[in-house]
């Protein structure tokens, strides 16, 4: 599961990040093999200038694929932390580029939902209170987003009757 709660006996913490199905290790694999894959039509042709004209289109194919791989991982560094104390509830999200974007409401007053259609995504998770409305984990899984409605109700319970 791509998030991780920490737990205290006032304070329950979850951070929240995108799957990754590719490793780095993986990425450096899958770059490796699409080069000696492409390069096998190629060997008929050492030793002649057809092997010229046709090379820097191998190496354009696989810069493509290696600029394709990053840039999706430079897009999913995203983060999310949420810190629940029994005073306040606080939403910190992290984009991969601008601004880090906060979110506070008093823990009470804050209210868990899921909205099984109509969102953006199925099974759209959003916190409540304080006059806003902010969605945490959009990123995540339908299946984890269903897992993560119900952990944030149970620790939004817990805490708010202590505050």
């Not at 979850?14 to 093999?33: D, E, Q």
């Not at 810190?83 to 984009?95: A, D, K, M």
Request: contains cysteine; neutral net charge.
């Amino acid at each position: 599961m791509p998030h991780r709660w920490s737990n205290t006996t006032d304070e329950r913490q979850v951070t929240l990040w995108p799957h990754r199905s590719l490793p780095r290790r993986g990425f450096a694999a899958i770059i490796l093999m699409a080069f000696l894959l492409a390069t096998v039509p190629l060997y008929g042709l050492l030793g002649t200038v057809f092997l010229w004209g046709l090379l820097p289109f191998l190496l354009l194919a696989v810069a493509g694929l290696w600029w394709a791989l990053e840039h999706t991982y430079k897009t999913a560094e995203v983060l999310e932390t949420l810190t629940i104390t029994p005073e306040q509830t606080r939403l910190v999200h992290q984009p991969p580029k601008g601004d880090v974007l906060t979110w506070e409401c008093n823990t009470y007053w804050t209210r868990a939902q899921i909205y099984l259609t109509g969102g953006p995504v199925e099974h759209y998770v959003t916190l409540s209170g304080n006059g806003r409305e902010v969605e945490i984990g959009r990123f995540l899984s339908e299946k984890e987003r269903k897992i993560l409605i119900g952990e944030l109700k149970e620790a939004l319970k817990d805490l708010a009757g202590k505050g």
